[in-house]
């Protein structure tokens, strides 16, 4: 089964596609790393799913846990994109 992008992962396609940068190339260890991120958040995120029964605070935390996610993943391409 293919792995979902993050919206980060999305933009930095289209701007690809567009020609407005270059591509970024992450390490096998990158991905690895990317990989278990996901993996950690849809448990997380399942885990808040089940438990939190008021739909309000569900949604709050369900935003803060894909933000979250997100923003780690975003520190990869970063890093990758300085050369690091």
Same mark, same amino acid.
């Given at each position: 089964?293919?792995?979902?992008?993050?919206?980060?992962?999305?933009?930095?396609?289209?701007?690809?596609?567009?020609?407005?940068?270059?591509?970024?190339?992450?390490?096998?260890?990158?991905?690895?790393?990317?990989?278990?991120?996901?993996?950690? %958040?849809?448990?997380? #995120?399942?885990?808040?799913? #089940?438990? #939190?029964?008021?739909?309000?605070?569900?949604?709050?935390?369900?935003? %803060?846990?894909?933000?979250?996610?997100?923003?780690? #993943?975003?520190?990869? %391409?970063?890093?990758?994109?300085?050369?690091?």
């Amino acid at each position: 089964m293919a792995e979902l992008k993050s919206a980060w992962e999305l933009a930095m396609e289209k701007t690809k596609n567009a020609g407005e940068g270059k591509a970024i190339t992450l390490t096998r260890d990158q991905k690895q790393e990317i990989a278990e991120i996901r993996k950690k %958040y849809e448990a997380r #995120i399942a885990e808040a799913e #089940i438990l #939190i029964t008021d739909p309000e605070k569900k949604e709050k935390e369900l935003d %803060y846990l894909r933000r979250e996610r997100d923003r780690k #993943i975003e520190g990869f %391409y970063e890093k990758a994109r300085a050369g690091k």
